[in-house]
Structure formats: structure tokens, C-alpha cells
T-cell receptor
Framework: DVKVTQSSRYLVKRTGEKVFLECVQDMDHENMFWYRQDPGLGLRLIYFSYDVKMKEKGDIPEGYSVSREKKERFSLILESASTNQTSMYLC????????????FGPGTRLTVL | SQQGEEDPQALSIQEGENATMNCSYKTSINNLQWYRQNSGRGLVHLILIRSNEREKHSGRLRVTLDTSKKSSSLLITASRAADTASYFCATDALSEKLVFGKGTKLTVNP
């Protein structure tokens, strides 16, 4: 059974903290994505990666960075968390041969106080 | 940038009724996909329709695509309480990235 896992389901952090959100997929997918989801705004792409050590900015990269040192793992980093980064974060992966069909993790609900 | 826009934003029906959701998009696509999201969870892929297809079925799901109108519809027949979820369309805009709409929240009342 294909699987995308995220390190935490719920996370509470304080303003200014450095936050790491981890995503691991076991499908040997080349593509990995980080989205945030907010009420009324839908899913918005933060960053994506088509290969190891490769990253591309999505629509809302400000305040975030990413790391992809291994094919199966894609990390989202909030260098200095702010309250407006309180959101649901979703990781997804896909294969270039899969017609852009994405498999999603369960999500991490991050609250920044 | 948001490309897909679902309509309606929310839909409430009785069990056994059919539910129809619509999606409009703006640019050329390779394919259009529909995803479901149960409350507080990740998205699950439901069905993919290619740009050269007009209709596709999967179980109780029927998807249509009209590329001339840049629109798609998702029909769920004989709805069940377990179909209660948010439904999103996603377009690929000729790349590996997907652009998601804001979703339709479907409530199926027992």
C-alpha cells in the first residue's frame, strides 16, 4: 500500500521558533510537494522538488525553505515561525510517469502562538 | 495562482440523492483530477480525466470534461453519509504541478 507520512499530526510552536515538518514517501517518487491549506483559500503550493537536492518555489514561498537530501524525504522549514503561518500543511508526491496524480500525507496542523 | 474554481462552495443533500459539483479552469490542461478530503485529513485521489476524454466513470462517480468551456463536473450517484467530505478539482496546466480549486463541501444527511 502506497504511503506518504508526515512527522506530526498536530504541532504547537511559539513565534520565532524554527520549525521542521518532515515528509517521507515509500513509492520511489521523483516529485514531492508542500502545500498549505487555509479556510476559503484552498491548497496553495509552497515549494516542490523534482529530484534530490533540487527545489523550486511555488506560489507562496516567503517565510519557508525546504530540503531534499534523499529521494524519499522532503522537509519544510519555517526559519522563524509567525502566527500567520498557523495552518494545515500537506505533503504530496508523484511520479513523472503518473500524469501528475499526487498522493497526499495526512497533514500536519501547525499552530503558532 | 488558483486555476480551478468549484461550484457550489457547499452542498447539502439527503442520503440516496445525487450530488453534482462543477469546476471551471482557465488555461490549457493535460488532464483534470478530482480529489476528496475528509475533515482534517489529507486528500485522496478519486478520478482523472484526460483532455481528450469527455466522460469517465468509476463506481458511483461520473466525471465530464468540456475543454471548449474549460469546465468539468463530478456526479456522485446514490450518495451515502460516508460521502460527506470536501471535493477538489485539480488541473495540471501542462506541468507536473497541480493547481487546486477551493473545494466544494458536501454534506450527506442520513
Amino acid at each position: 500500500d502506497v504511503k506518504v507520512t508526515q512527522s506530526s499530526r498536530y504541532l504547537v510552536k511559539r513565534t520565532g521558533e524554527k520549525v521542521f515538518l518532515e515528509c517521507v514517501q515509500d513509492m520511489d517518487h521523483e516529485n514531492m510537494f508542500w502545500y498549505r491549506q487555509d479556510p476559503g483559500l484552498g491548497l496553495r503550493l509552497i515549494y516542490f522538488s523534482y529530484d534530490v537536492k533540487m527545489k523550486e518555489k511555488g506560489d507562496i514561498p516567503e517565510g519557508y525553505s525546504v530540503s531534499r537530501e534523499k529521494k524519499e524525504r522532503f522537509s519544510l522549514i519555517l526559519e522563524s515561525a509567525s502566527t500567520n503561518q498557523t495552518s494545515m500543511y500537506l505533503c504530496a508526491s508523484s511520479s513523472p510517469r503518473g500524469r501528475a496524480l499526487q498522493f497526499f500525507g495526512p497533514g500536519t496542523r501547525l499552530t503558532v502562538l | 495562482s488558483q486555476q480551478g474554481e468549484e461550484d457550489p462552495q457547499a452542498l447539502s443533500i439527503q442520503e440516496g440523492e445525487n450530488a453534482t459539483m462543477n469546476c471551471s479552469y482557465k488555461t490549457s490542461i493535460n488532464n483534470l483530477q478530482w480529489y476528496r478530503q475528509n475533515s482534517g485529513r489529507g486528500l485522496v485521489h478519486l478520478i482523472l480525466i484526460r483532455s481528450n476524454e469527455r466522460e469517465k466513470h468509476s463506481g458511483r462517480l461520473r466525471v465530464t470534461l468540456d475543454t471548449s468551456k474549460k469546465s468539468s463536473s463530478l456526479l456522485i450517484t446514490a450518495s451515502r453519509a460516508a460521502d460527506t467530505a470536501s471535493y477538489f478539482c485539480a488541473t495540471d496546466a501542462l506541468s507536473e504541478k497541480l493547481v487546486f480549486g477551493k473545494g466544494t463541501k458536501l454534506t450527506v444527511n442520513p
